[in-house]
């Protein structure tokens, strides 16, 4: 069967894909325009309102005769907003706060994209995101701000857009960047409120300094699995981040969505609560989640608001002694502080010496010719139910050593089929089938050789028909 | 004395994926208080069953492990010399960074 039925061939394919991108960039850009000039248009009529209430003193507006305001809320925000105006506790007065606050969501992703959603929703004036990353396909199943339409394309650029097409009547404002110490100052000060929604320990401790030195409330978000945790520092007196948290944990306790998975609502129901607290901030109602936090276990439906310290007289950053000022902030380097990298990247390590390690293509080149082996795969066996390499053997590295016989077995039956059988492992990107190799060579299997790169190399460099995940 | 315990935010994978635990258990000998400090050992010993770096680190708790007996943080009580009663609840929460 003919794929392309019309006969079409890769460079079809490709020229569509160009003339696609091209169009999309000329649509999104005309979507800018036409909010920009929204927003002109609504400007200026405003303007002019106000001009004739102050010329026309004496020959007031029609809408000023049959109707009593004491708030400035437009007609139109009256009836956008109307449900908020009619809840007693929150009323006017809160809509009214709300539409004069400003807040900044860092991360357009798992926890921000709920959160800006509301957030754009519910009329605060001016909305701040930040993000450096680009929408992938494998975000959907959670960053629910992002359409399939802007893969590849920033997600500030595609969360902005979202927030405009909800709430055309606030300003949104684009960082498309890192946050980093030299930028996080100058970005934050320009906010009442900051939302955490970032997802490693760096820019957690990075993004709580700065809001101590600058004096701004931290609604702070986190998920992954089916957990997640949120709470309010630094807010009316309460503990920041650090009071809670003042030495950092060791990198191997800090686990990431992209290894260790994560149940798309999770985030979901976080980054919602987030926006709330963010709104019961912003609209000067209720009571915050300040000097408590909430934990949200999905698997068992259980949320527990527990009491935490108050904010620590000790804390380097916060407490009483404490000369943490927004120079030393700027000059502290917060990957060396949490050993971990301010962005997401997987690490790659290098532990084995070459004449250890083989690539991709030259493992394929080997099951080409024939080559006895035998091929262990050290992922835990919920990724090796993905996807695996043919005639792979499952041994997770957490067994690996209990389980060295079934190796040996592997290695006889093979040797019995062809004589000079090697050993080589794999795993997903090519980090634990070094530290199996290690263990192995020190168990007497000194032919033991990791394919470089693992399954991610293979699906890259030798079968890009084969699924990544 | 029972007491239950419960491992969240990954811990619990410290304890075969299990995280509630209704356990049984006692003063040390000489004593009639038993304290933080002592269910820290015993869990070390009774239901910690790999990694246990992850958990302790010298004689508490490692960074970023919130410590919660009866929904307070331990830090309001005491810490290691919280005094624990019969049908207290401890939680062993580990701080979440995802997003």
Not at chain 1, 86 to 110: D, E, M, R, T, Y
Not at chain 1, 164 to 183: K, P
Not at chain 1, 212 to 233: C, D, N, R, T
Request: one cysteine or more; proline letters at 5%.
């Amino acid at each position: 069967m003919e794929i392309n039925g019309g006969g079409g061939s890769a460079a079809d394919v490709s020229r569509i894909l160009s003339e696609l991108e091209t169009l999309k960039t000329v649509k999104s850009d005309i979507d800018r325009r036409i909010s920009a000039l929204e927003a002109q248009l609504r400007d200026t009529t405003n303007i002019e309102d106000k001009n004739d209430s102050v010329s026309n003193g004496s020959c007031p507006l029609i809408s000023a005769v049959h109707s009593n305001i004491n708030h400035d809320l437009t007609p139109d925000s009256v009836y956008r907003y109307s449900r908020h105006l009619l809840l007693p506790s929150f009323g006017v007065q809160g809509q009214s706060n709300l539409l004069k606050s400003s807040i900044l969501v860092i991360g357009a992703g798992g926890l921000g994209s709920p959160a800006l959603l509301y957030l754009a929703a519910c009329g605060v004036g001016r909305l701040g995101i930040v993000d450096h990353d680009v929408v992938e396909l494998n975000n959907m199943h959670r960053q629910v701000i992002h359409t399939e339409a802007y893969i590849g394309q920033p997600k500030v650029k595609s969360a902005a857009a979202t927030c405009r097409s909800i709430n055309s009547t606030i300003q949104i404002v684009e960082y498309q960047e890192a946050l980093r110490t030299s930028n996080a100052l100058e970005i934050l000060s320009q906010y009442d409120i900051v939302v955490d929604a970032t997802d490693n320990a760096p820019s957690r401790y990075m993004i709580s300094d700065c809001c101590v030195v600058l004096g701004k409330p931290l609604v702070s978000g986190a998920a992954l699995g089916l957990e997640g945790q949120l709470s309010i520092y630094n807010y009316n007196g309460g503990p920041c981040y650090r009071c809670l948290f003042p030495t950092p944990p060791p990198t191997s306790a800090c686990q990431r969505c992209s290894d260790s998975g994560v149940l798309g609502v999770v985030p979901g129901i976080i980054g919602c609560l987030q926006a709330l607290e963010a709104i019961k901030i912003a609209g000067a109602v209720g009571e915050p989640l300040s000097g408590r936090m909430l934990l949200f276990d999905a698997l068992s439906a259980r949320i527990r608001i527990v009491k935490i310290r108050g904010r620590s007289s000790q804390c380097e950053v916060c407490g009483e002694n404490s000369a943490f000022t927004q120079q030393q902030f700027k000059n502290f380097d917060y990957e060396k502080f949490t050993q971990a990298p301010l962005s997401t990247l997987p690490v790659k390590l290098n532990l084995l010496p070459e004449d250890s390690r083989i690539s991709s293509k030259e493992y394929k080149e080997k099951i080409d010719n024939g080559e006895a082996h035998v091929l262990v795969d050290v992922r835990p066996e919920h990724h090796f139910k993905i996807v695996s390499l043919p005639n792979s053997i499952n041994i997770p590295l957490v067994s690996l050593e209990v389980r060295l016989p079934e190796i040996s077995k592997a290695l006889k039956e093979e040797e019995e089929r062809k004589a000079g059988a090697s050993l080589y492992v794999v795993c997903r990107r090519g980090n634990d089938s070094q530290r199996a190799v290690q263990c192995l060579q020190k168990m007497g299997f000194n032919s033991a050789r990791d394919i470089i790169g693992g399954l991610e190399s293979w699906g890259r460099d030798v079968d890009p028909n084969f699924p990544t995940y | 004395m029972q007491l239950t315990l419960e491992f969240g935010g990954g811990l619990e994978l410290l304890c075969e994926s299990v995280k509630i635990h209704k356990v049984n258990v006692d003063p040390p000998n000489g004593t009639e208080k038993f304290i933080m400090k002592d269910l820290l050992s015993w869990v070390c010993t009774n239901l910690i069953k790999e990694r246990p770096e992850m958990f302790m680190k010298g004689d508490s708790v490692r960074p970023g492990v919130l410590v919660l007996v009866n929904d307070c943080d331990w830090e309001l009580s005491g810490q290691l010399d919280t005094t624990l009663e019969d049908k207290d609840v401890v939680v062993f929460i580990s701080t979440l960074h995802g997003g």
